[in-house]
């Protein structure tokens, strides 16, 4: 039987192949160096207008290299941010930035509104960036919003304070973070930690799963390996 030759691709198949190709390498990358870029100057612009004209990068240039370099310089308002904070955490760890710390807390909580805004960014500022509690450590899945249909969350905290007073059986209730796509929103919910089927997997691959609308699935051969042993 005479082998049958395959179809040979057009010149447009082939540049429309090599071009979603390209696509898929360069799209990431540009996004990224965009987002990052973006960052950087949105921070310098918030930084650099602190900065007395005297000391501003293209000022500090011109003095001590000459006219020519005149240019924008990104990236030194994220220099001048970092060194900030880190010289002001390292005063507030000492015993007079503690002192002046908290007397700077008492005269916030004077303040209505102040006092509002700064207890709750400062209890999710340390939720994030301190070690005294875990956050986000554990991902499931629970039925969400009805039996029978599973969403994927990120589990919080146990509930505390007057939540877990007034819930009924607090003890086996758990806080649950439910994220909606593009993860811009989301819903709190505190079920009970029987219901709940926890997950292998970590907290930035659900957030990409949440973002990609299902799309992205990260590489866990580790962890069907492991459900699968476990039944």
């Given at each position: 039987?005479?082998e ?6 057009s010149l ?7 071009f979603l ?11 990224t ?16 207008p602190?900065?007395?004209a005297?000391?501003?990068p ?10 020519q370099?005149n240019?924008?310089?990104?990236g030194v308002?994220v220099?001048?941010?970092l ?21 700077a ?21 340390e ?5 005294t509690?875990?956050?986000f ?9 009805r039996p ?7 589990v ?14 607090s ?5 649950v973070f ?9 819903f709190?919910?505190?079920v009970?930690e029987k ?7 970590k907290?930035?691959?659900v957030?990409?799963?949440i ?16 459900a699968?042993?476990a039944?």
């Open positions: 039987m005479p049958i030759d395959p179809p040979k691709r447009f198949g082939a540049f429309r192949a090599s190709t390209g696509l898929v390498v360069v799209l990431p990358v540009g996004l160096i965009y987002v990052v870029w973006g960052v950087i100057g949105w921070i310098d612009g918030w930084i650099l602190l900065i007395p005297a000391y501003q293209e000022a500090l240039m011109q003095r001590y290299i000459g006219p370099a240019f924008p310089v990104r308002g220099l001048v941010f060194f900030f904070t880190a010289l002001i955490g390292w005063l507030a760890r000492g015993l007079i930035g503690r002192t002046v710390m908290r007397r807390e008492g005269l916030v909580d004077r303040v209505p509104l102040v006092r509002s805004v700064y207890s709750g960014v400062k209890q999710i500022t939720t994030f960036f301190t070690k509690e875990k956050s450590d554990r991902t499931c899945l629970i039925e969400f919003p029978g249909y599973w969403a994927m969350g990120m919080a905290t146990s509930p505390k304070g007057e939540i877990a007073v007034k819930l009924p059986k003890d086996g209730m758990v806080a439910i994220g909606l796509t593009p993860m811009t929103s989301g709190l919910v505190f009970p219901d709940v089927i926890f997950l292998d997997m907290a930035d691959e957030v990409k799963l973002v990609s609308a299902g799309l992205v699935y990260p590489a866990q051969k580790e962890h069907v390996e492991a699968i042993a039944r």
